[in-house]
């Protein structure tokens, strides 16, 4: 059984951070990539950043620079810092975690349930 859980999320106004973790529990072998994505009111589910297990990281064309990633795939944690916040920011934030099971050694991808993140002021 593995469980992917986010918290950190809340109400902030505009122009202000937070920051938002990604923890993961369950028997695995290890953690191939880990994933924030969100999604807004109407619209679709969108990338933020991502992970992996060499410590790379990559962003999604809309972050500019606003957005951090950080973590450790072995200690199965990750973060996300967000700075200079606004409305548009506003929506559900979900990690995905693809990852390597014990037992069967198959790959799968786990979906936390959300937390939630609302910029207004």
């Known amino acids: 059984q593995v469980q992917v859980v986010e918290s950190g999320g809340g109400l902030v106004q505009p122009g202000e951070s937070l920051k938002i973790t990604c923890e993961v529990a369950?028997?695995?072998?290890?953690?191939?990539?880990m994933a924030w994505y969100r999604q807004a009111p109407g619209n679709q589910l969108e990338l933020i950043a991502e992970l992996n297990q060499n410590g790379e990281t990559s962003y999604g064309n809309f972050v500019k620079g606003r957005f951090t990633i950080s973590g450790d795939t072995t200690k199965k944690l990750m973060n996300l810092n967000m700075n200079s916040l606004g409305p548009e920011d506003t929506g559900r934030y979900y990690c995905?975690?693809?990852?390597?099971?014990?037992?069967?050694?198959?790959?799968?991808?786990?979906w936390g349930q959300g937390t939630q993140v609302t910029v207004a002021s």
């Open positions: 995905n975690v693809h990852l390597v099971l014990s037992g069967t050694r198959s790959r799968s991808t786990f």
């Open positions: 369950g028997d695995i072998v290890n953690i191939i990539v």
